[in-house]
Every structure is written in structure tokens, then in C-alpha cells.
């Protein structure tokens, strides 16, 4: 297939409209609709602030009591309390030895912090783009494919919010396809060290010094692993603890995280790499099943390198601290277990089939992590209200509707695994966010496509890039994948974060974002 041009940065985009301005004219004797005049928004931060606060605003005069009446103490008041303090000085040397031994015993038992120092997004070359026409026009050319199959792709492409500018195997550009071993072993060569190269550049990190490997891919899985693959290029150290993660789906990424969180835990002093890619060389579908032929519209080529740390002197250069993280697998539901399942066709052909069940129990999974993770990053004035409605639910009215957390007060930004068009959609609309909450991962499926467990690094790539994470700003990773899981990771922006050198958005994020088609 020969390059494609790059995509005009204006098309697409956009313009500011003004905004309308309604005016209503009111009976001057009656008294204002209150519901319409006060903004409740301003209501709803206040009562936050209130309940979150109220430890504090509860303790405040009792200091002020405690402060009062010190100032009134005389140095007999005083000399009286040494005296005191001296006759008891058994109980005062048992009390600070259960202090410091507390103390002790807290620090040594306390987990280790988990730091981000940065990570890096590959970014494949302009000759592996394929956009809509010269996608559409190889999918025909190849041969494998018949006219309802072919229209099938054309619908899904104008709906999937790609845009022009994503990247396919080298494999795909050649008529007709070649996927074999070498080219999968070669686009997972390019990803992955294309990710490590520029990480170890921006960090000025060595390859010695590099104490657990983990690396995730789904569907691509040779021997020797790709987890070796890198400790031969890089030639890590002999010791070193490796992890080769593989169909675990979209979702892989996370859990790849929480793997060297783990590790880090039990290891000190050290350094944790987590690559995430996924190898669409040997897994395009050459069928005409149309669960099947979905992956081949919405997955591209893309990848991260991810670098960890439990050392506290990398704290002042990290860009975040990992917080939490909770994840959810519904695999025991059999509908759950097979709606992401890799299998073959009537004609013997390979693929992976997405079941039509999919968003019903993406939101399921959804369902019972948020319900895990509200506990541990909710503001009380949310969790409050939560139990206040269940409780009137319950026993008092069961028409009543569930209160819905406002996600908004614990998060200042969030990154929507890009799996597709109506996952964001979704999100977007169940746990009300607004498009500026949203627009990393449509943006990111507009530029790079579906790169599976690897689009919540280009989106929180795409928000550094704006400028917008300050420090204390916590950001909520969102991942789906097969099996069916739901994992979330949230992290807390130590500083000021600025882009990393040479990152996925380094020339067109002043393009973005554009108005994507429906």
C-alpha cells in the first residue's frame, strides 16, 4: 500500500458557536422558582465541602478550649503537672514505649510507595497508516472478503470514531497480506522497543539497574516470550524477575501494573518496567463472519513502556504515585466468560468473535468495580448520600431511583479504556461526565485507534499534553477486556506534569480535539 498523505489538521474541527440566550418573563408578584434560580451545583460543593471538612470543624473549638485554658495556667499550674508527671514516671515510660514501639512497627509494616517516573507510547511510522479508503479498497483487493462483508467493515469504520491517521501491521500493507511468525515477531520488536528506547532516554535510567520485567500481550505468545525477547535486547541483568502475561484481553495493562506493584512490594530498592502491546500481525481475520470482523476495524498498532519505582529518591523527579487499585472479574458467568472469545469460524479461519452481549456486561463489570472502588476515593458527603437512598429504597420507598456518585468530586481526569465509540458513550453517560472528562479517549481512538491495553497511556499521554494535571490531580484508569474483567488504577500527580520528550501527541496536539463524525 503506498503512504498515506497526513490528515488536515483543520478538517473536522469544530468551530465555537455562541451561545443562546433564553429569556423568560415572570409575573413580578410571584415569588422565583428557587430549583431554576440557584445553581444546585454550587449547593452540592458546599455540602461536600461541609462533610469532608466536619473532623476538622469539629476540632477546631476544641482547640480553641484547650488553647484558653493553657493561656490561664500559672507556673504553679505548671510545676504542679511536672510534679505529677514525675511521680508517675513508670506509666510514662511504659506509654512511650508502646508509642515508639507503634510507631516502629507501623513504618516497618507499611506499604511501599509505588512511583511513575514516566513512560513512553510508541508511535509507528506514517508509511504503516491506513485510512478509510485505502483500508476499505485492500480489504476488497485481497479477495478473502464478500460485498456484505465488505459494507459490514464500511459501516463499522464510519461509526467507529477512527479517524484517518491510524496504523496497521506492516504485514496488512502488502497485497496479497503476508502474516507469518517473523513479521508478528517484528512488529512486536518495533513496539515494544520503540517504547524502552525512548523510556530509557527520558530517564536516563540503565538497563542494570532494572529489577522486574513485566510485559502483557493477548494474542501473541511465542517461545521464547517477548518478556525474553527484551532481556536479550537489552541484556537485563541474569537475575532479574520476569513476567510474560498473555489472553488476558484489553484490560491486561492494569493488571500488569498491579503485578510490579506487588513485586515492588516484596522487592526494595528497585526498579519495575511494565510493557503492554498487542500483535495484530498474525491475528487479522480473513473471514466473513461479522462478529469477527469487528477487531479488524477498531484495533491498531500501538504499545507503552511503563517505569516504576519504590525508591523515595525518585520521588521528587516521578510524575505520580500509584494509589489504589481494584479489579473485578466476572468470569465465572458463562455469557461473561465468552463475550470476547477467540475462535474459529465455519471455514476453519481465526478470529475474534465479540458477542452482542458485550456493552450489558462491560457495564455489569463496571457496576461491581466502581462499587469496590467508590468506598476508598468517594468524598463522605457522597458515600452519605449513597446510603441515605439505599436505605430509603430499602425500607421505605422501592421506586425510589439509586443515587449516583458523582465520580467528578473524587477525580480530576479520567482515561476510558478506547475500545470503541459506545464504551465511551456509555461511561459518558452512567457516570455523567462531561465531554471535556472524555475527550482524551475519543481523541485517542481518533488518532491511534483501539491499541487495546495500551490506550490509557496515550490518553493520560493526550492530557499532559494540554497542560491540564496539576499537582494532587488524580487521574482514574479504566480498562475492559475478555474473560470478562474490569480493572481500575488511580493515581495522584506528585507535581506540575509536563509532557514527556518525543510523546505520541508531540505535533498534532494543537489539531486536537477535532469533531468527530457521527
Not at 490561664?72 to 511504659?94: A, C, F, G, K, T
Not at 537489552?234 to 506487588?262: E, H, Q
Not at 461473561?336 to 476453519?348: L, P, S, W
Not at 479504566?478 to 488511580?490: D, L, M, R, T, Y
Request: net charge positive.
Amino acid at each position: 500500500m503506498p503512504n498515506s498523505a497526513a490528515m488536515d489538521g483543520g478538517a473536522g474541527c469544530g468551530q465555537p458557536q455562541e451561545p443562546t440566550v433564553g429569556v423568560h418573563i415572570h409575573n413580578s408578584r410571584s415569588l422565583p422558582d428557587f430549583l431554576q434560580s440557584v445553581n444546585l451545583k454550587y449547593v452540592k460543593l458546599g455540602y461536600h465541602y461541609l462533610i469532608s471538612h466536619l473532623l476538622t470543624l469539629c476540632l477546631v473549638p476544641v482547640m480553641i478550649v484547650v488553647i484558653i485554658e493553657a493561656s490561664q495556667m500559672n507556673p504553679d499550674d505548671v510545676r504542679q503537672l511536672w510534679l505529677h508527671l514525675q511521680y508517675n514516671l513508670v506509666s510514662v515510660i511504659i506509654c512511650s514505649a508502646f508509642l515508639v514501639f507503634g510507631a516502629t512497627v507501623y513504618i516497618m509494616t507499611r506499604p511501599r510507595p509505588v512511583y511513575l517516573v514516566d513512560y513512553s507510547c510508541y508511535r509507528a511510522p506514517d508509511s504503516l497508516k491506513a485510512p478509510y479508503q485505502r483500508f476499505m479498497e485492500h480489504s476488497r483487493l485481497t479477495g478473502d472478503f464478500d460485498e456484505s462483508s465488505l459494507e459490514f467493515q464500511r459501516k463499522i469504520l464510519e461509526r467507529s470514531g477512527l479517524g484517518d491517521e491510524t496504523y496497521v501491521p506492516e504485514a496488512m500493507h502488502f497485497l496479497p497480506p503476508r502474516p507469518s511468525m517473523q513479521a508478528a515477531r517484528e512488529e512486536a520488536e518495533q513496539v515494544m522497543f520503540g517504547s524502552l528506547d525512548s523510556l530509557f532516554a527520558n530517564t536516563n535510567v540503565k538497563a542494570k539497574d532494572i529489577g522486574i520485567l513485566v510485559v502483557n500481550c493477548s494474542l501473541f505468545n511465542p517461545t521464547p516470550s517477548l518478556s525474553a525477547m527484551i532481556v536479550n535486547k537489552y541484556k537485563l541483568r541474569g537475575n532479574i524477575r520476569s513476567f510474560n502475561l498473555g489472553g488476558m484481553g484489553c484490560s491486561a495493562g492494569v493488571i500488569a501494573i498491579d503485578l510490579a506493584k506487588d513485586m515492588l512490594q516484596v522487592h526494595g530498592n528497585t526498579y519495575a518496567v511494565v510493557v503492554s502491546t498487542e500483535n495484530m500481525t498474525q491475528n487479522w481475520y480473513f473471514g466473513n463472519k461479522k462478529s469477527m470482523l469487528i477487531p479488524n476495524c477498531l484495533f491498531r498498532v500501538g504499545g507503552s513502556a511503563v517505569l516504576l519505582s519504590n525508591m523515595n529518591k525518585d520521588k521528587r523527579r516521578a510524575k505520580y504515585q500509584l494509589v489504589h487499585l481494584v479489579r473485578t472479574h466476572k468470569g465465572s458467568d458463562d455469557k461473561a466468560f465468552r463475550c470476547v472469545y477467540q475462535e474459529q469460524d465455519d471455514a476453519g479461519k481465526t478470529g475474534v468473535s465479540l458477542s452482542k452481549d458485550l456493552m450489558a456486561i462491560a457495564g455489569g463489570a463496571l457496576k461491581t468495580n466502581i462499587t469496590t472502588l467508590g468506598p476508598l476515593v468517594l468524598p463522605v458527603s457522597e458515600q452519605l448520600l449513597f446510603f441515605a437512598k439505599l436505605i430509603l429504597k430499602k425500607f421505605l420507598n422501592k421506586n425510589v431511583k439509586p443515587y449516583i456518585p458523582d465520580f467528578k468530586l473524587a477525580f480530576d481526569h479520567f482515561c476510558i479504556h478506547a475500545g470503541g465509540r459506545a464504551v465511551i458513550d456509555e461511561l459518558e453517560k452512567n457516570l455523567q461526565l462531561l465531554p471535556v472528562h472524555v475527550e482524551a479517549s475519543r481523541m485517542t481512538l481518533h488518532r491511534f485507534g483501539n491499541t487495546s491495553s495500551s490506550s490509557i497511556w496515550y490518553e493520560l499521554a493526550y492530557i499532559e499534553a494540554k497542560g491540564r494535571i496539576r499537582r494532587g490531580h488524580r487521574v482514574w484508569q479504566i480498562a475492559f477486556g475478555s474473560g470478562f474483567k474490569c480493572n481500575s488504577a488511580v493515581w495522584e500527580a506528585i507535581r506540575n506534569v509536563k509532557p514527556s520528550k518525543n510523546g505520541p501527541w508531540a505535533d498534532c496536539i494543537d489539531r486536537y480535539p477535532v469533531k468527530v463524525v457521527s
